[in-house]
């Protein structure tokens, strides 16, 4: 069992910056691979950004150039830097783990980006 728990949305103008942080209950090293959906309001879900345990990371086209995914195995946690936010970005944002053949999600978090 992994539990996850996202941190860092809120509102921000168009242009501007947020980072938002995935808290492990376990070592990251040890799971498959992370990464960050996000959902907007009466859309599905989508992929933003993914990184394996030996650091190969996939970058959404959407997002590419703007955002930044790392993680931190000292912390157990993972990161998405967003950069150059649009009002396109707003969505509640989701961390994900994979650990063999199972997917673990967090609550999430909102991010809104204002015009």
């Known amino acids: 069992q992994v539990q996850l728990m996202e941190s860092g949305g809120g509102l921000v103008q168009a242009g501007g910056s947020l980072r938002l942080s995935c808290a492990a209950s376990q070592s990251i090293s040890r799971l498959n691979a992370m990464g960050w959906y996000r959902q907007a309001p009466g859309k599905q879900r989508e992929l933003v950004a993914t990184?394996?345990?030996?650091?190969?990371?996939n970058v959404a086209d959407s997002v590419k150039g703007r955002f930044t995914i790392s993680g931190d195995n000292a912390k157990n946690t993972l990161y998405l830097q967003m950069d150059s936010l649009k009002p396109e970005d707003t969505a509640v944002y989701y961390c994900n783990a994979q650990l063999f053949v199972r997917n673990y999600w967090g609550k999430g978090t909102l991010v809104t980006v204002s015009s």
């Open positions: 990184i394996t345990s030996g650091g190969i990371t």
